[in-house]
């Protein structure tokens, strides 16, 4: 069973950085990409970064470009993303999750595995 963690997460003053990272475990077939999403409360759940694991091509939501990067280690199954010029609005529980097929980095309908999540604090 495909396990994906989260961590990372915590709490940062406006305009410092967090590293987040996702090491994933137990995946049985290949898989096409993986994306970090985050769900502020009250708000709906935002893709905000995708990369896939053989082409390294990437994703970015408009609101995170020029400051949000990220990355991959494919010996390592894991993925990060690194936040730079952190904003208040930017709070949130950050998750990511594995897109088996390749439907596209940037359509969150189609990733398939999820983990718990880490929040991210950023005080202004």
């Known amino acids: 069973q495909v396990q994906l963690v989260e961590s990372g997460g915590g709490l940062v003053q406006a305009g410092g950085s967090l590293r987040l990272s996702c090491a994933a475990s137990?995946?049985?077939?290949?898989?096409?990409?993986t994306g970090w999403f985050r769900q502020a409360p009250g708000k709906e759940r935002e893709l905000v970064a995708g990369?896939?694991?053989?082409?390294?091509?990437?994703y970015y939501a408009d609101s995170v470009t020029g400051r949000f990067a990220i990355s991959k280690d494919n010996a390592k199954n894991t993925v990060y993303l690194q936040m730079n010029s952190l904003k208040p609005e930017d709070t949130a529980v950050y998750y990511c999750?594995?897109?088996?097929?390749?439907?596209?980095?940037?359509?969150?309908?189609?990733?398939?595995?999820w983990g718990q999540g880490t929040q991210v604090t950023v005080s202004s």
């Open positions: 999750a594995d897109q088996v097929d390749s439907y596209g980095l940037g359509y969150p309908e189609w990733y398939d595995y």
């Open positions: 137990g995946r049985t077939v290949s898989v096409y990409g």
């Open positions: 990369i896939s694991w053989s082409a390294g091509n990437t």
